[in-house]
T-cell receptor, first 117, second 107 residues
Framework: DAGVIQSPRHEVTEMGQEVTLRCKPISGHNSLFWYRQTMMRGLELLIYFNNNVPIDDSGMPEDRFSAKMPNASFSTLKIQPSEPRDSAVYFC???????????????FGDGTRLSIL | RKEVEQDPGPFNVPEGATVAFNCTYSNSASQSFFWYRQDCRKEPKLLMSVYSSGNEDGRFTAQLNRASQYISLLIRDSKLSDSATYLCVVRRGKLIFGQGTELSVKP
């Protein structure tokens, strides 16, 4: 059973560069979430999609961050231009969304460890 | 003030000890509640949902008090493999994570 697949696992790049993180959800999961985790702020939701449509992007820190979900099997989180303070672990999680049902568990990918120098 | 508050720990306990984690949440509109476990440098994984009636899964017992907006997790007979960070999570539309409580079980 393939879980949530994220790539790359690690990325080190210089500030100012564009960074693209990728996520492939579990087949059949129609909700997708992008999180960022740091020691200082813990795990924070950046944006989530239901059925490929962005529902809540209030956690996206600023315009340098953008996320897309062009189809049910792929999502990207892009940072342009990147800054050192963007260094964190970025997790993608997916779940089955059913209206009115709130207890569906989220399954997390292994994360992308991003370091901006 | 964070919406979900936990004691960050670390909790250092010997094998076999009973350990309790507490969590409070500030928004009474929170709909459902969970405990997640996160091992070092790994992804969070769902440990258990938390119900108002209290629920148990083996050595783990979770309790919810909606009136006082309080959630707890009790681990009995702790094992070395229980060492991890335990995240208190509430759902209010989206999931909102606490900072986590680190547990270290020593031989």
């Amino acid at each position: 059973d393939a879980g949530v697949i994220q790539s790359p696992r690690h990325e080190v790049t210089e500030m100012g560069q564009e960074v693209t993180l990728r996520c492939k959800p579990i087949s059949g999961h129609n909700s997708l979430f992008w999180y960022r985790q740091t020691m200082m702020r813990g795990l924070e939701l950046l944006i989530y999609f239901n059925n490929n449509v962005p529902i809540d992007d209030s956690g996206m820190p600023e315009d340098r961050f953008s996320a897309k979900m062009p189809n049910a099997s792929f999502s990207t989180l892009k940072i342009q231009p990147s800054e050192p303070r963007d260094s964190a672990v970025y997790f993608c999680a997916t779940a089955v969304y059913r209206p009115g049902v709130s207890n569906q568990p989220q399954h997390f990918g292994d994360g992308t460890r991003l370091s901006i120098l | 003030r964070k919406e979900v508050e936990q004691d960050p720990g670390p909790f250092n306990v010997p094998e076999g000890a009973t350990v309790a984690f507490n969590c409070t949440y500030s928004n009474s509109a929170s709909q459902s509640f969970f405990w997640y476990r996160q091992d070092c440098r790994k992804e969070p994984k769902l440990l258990m949902s938390v119900y108002s009636s209290g629920n148990e899964d083996g050595r783990f017992t979770a309790q919810l008090n909606r009136a006082s907006q309080y959630i707890s997790l009790l681990i009995r007979d702790s094992k070395l493999s229980d060492s991890a960070t335990y995240l208190c999570v509430v759902r209010r539309g989206k999931l909102i994570f606490g900072q986590g409580t680190e547990l270290s079980v020593k031989p």
